[in-house]
């Protein structure tokens, strides 16, 4: 008895270290990252993001690791691409981390820039948001919702879903964004051709008033001169915290979102830090901060409200076939 009791306790007493352990092993890892990054010192972010955005970011993370020094380069992002090849071809490696759409992350990934690392705080995101072969994380998402004027559209008397748009009501009181091509792809892609083509004739009949531009729709959405829009739903965030009667749709079935994504550059100066600084962007901590800043978080579990979207990403079937839709779309809504 005395026997089986002994080794009963051995056993628990085993599993608990080994618990220990396992649970020290992160920690450790990221001392000993911290360490290593600290003797690197120096980061050089290329990014997509607003200004304010981006500086949020360095200096919570710099008020974690003081010793790191941050600097950004800002730009759109056909230029921020077109900027990353054009050093690779004269033989720089001017960047160490990267914060970019899917499209652009996409082609630098295709030229063998990027890193693959695969950042333990992934794991906490849906497999459609982290590159199976580690070389991308999603960051943060921009939703594509109906919008509309409060004072136009009484609450819970707007279109419930896409297909609402297509009463006779909402007629020539649509706004759509002429450059709406990601949107238009996702749903065919999960619609299906047929349901997805048929909508949007019938979306074209109902004569939408087409702009250029989600911040100039959100705009004239406050301003009443269309009442609903196809729009960003951080367009119209932005305007309704500022006192804009707006608000946004969300019971769409699917929400598309359009994603931001981070990676780390294949010859990073600073592969630590830039390890570092990735895991801190992808953690529950770095991810509030999304939050704060008023985006949309990648990460599940931060946002409380998403859990009850339907939350779709522009699939990567689109992004890489864009040219198709961009030239259906245009020959649908723009001719």
């Known amino acids: 008895m005395r026997d089986a009791a002994a080794r009963t306790c051995f056993v628990r007493l085993a599993a608990t270290l080994i618990l220990c352990l396992v649970a020290a092993t992160p920690r450790a890892q990221e001392e000993d990252r911290a360490a290593a990054a600290k003797k690197e010192g120096r980061l050089q972010i290329y990014s997509v ?35 990353v090849l054009s050093e690779a071809r004269a033989g720089k490696d001017n960047f160490d ?4 759409d899917t499209f652009e992350t996409l082609e630098i990934k295709r030229h063998g820039l990027l890193l693959n ?23 943060t998402n921009i939703y594509i919702v109906i919008a509309f004027n409060s004072r136009l559209v009484p609450n819970g008397k707007g279109p419930g879903d896409w297909g609402n748009l297509l009463d006779p009501y909402w007629k020539g009181k ?56 196809i729009n960003y739903a951080g367009s119209v965030d932005a305007l309704a915290k500022r006192g804009a009667p707006l608000g946004w749709i969300k019971t769409t079935r699917p929400i598309v979102y359009k994603s931001t994504l981070v ?18 962007c992808l953690s529950a901590e770095g991810q509030v901060e999304v939050v704060r800043t008023g985006s ?15 939350l779709r990403p522009v699939p990567l ?9 961009v030239e259906e779309f245009r020959q649908l809504f723009q001719r």
């Not at 981390?97 to 970019?100: A, M, P, Q, R, S």
Request: charged share 25%; net charge neutral.
């Open 317 to 325: 079937e689109v992004t890489q076939g864009l040219s198709r839709y």
């Open 263 to 280: 990676s780390i550059a294949k010859n990073t100066a600073s592969p630590n830090l830039a390890k570092l600084f990735v895991d801190f």
């Open 49 to 83: 993001m607003p200004a304010t955005y981006n500086q949020r970011m360095a200096e919570t993370f710099s008020r974690k690791y003081p010793f790191a020094q941050i600097t950004y380069y800002r730009s759109r992002g056909e230029a921020l691409l077109n900027r």
């Open 117 to 139: 690392y695969f950042s333990p705080e992934a794991r906490g995101y849906r497999a459609v948001d982290r590159d199976a072969e580690g070389f991308w994380t999603d960051f």
């Open 296 to 310: 949309a978080p990648a990460r599940p579990g931060i946002a409380p409200e998403a859990k009850d979207l339907d």
């Open 174 to 229: 649509i706004g759509l964004d002429d450059r709406e091509f990601e949107w238009y792809g996702s749903l065919i892609h999960y619609w299906g051709r047929e349901q997805a083509i048929g909508f949007m004739k019938a979306l074209k009949a109902q004569v939408p008033q087409m702009r250029s531009g989600h911040t100039i729709l959100a705009q004239l959405n406050a301003a009443g001169e269309i009442p609903v829009s």
């Open 97 to 100: 981390v990267l914060f970019i």
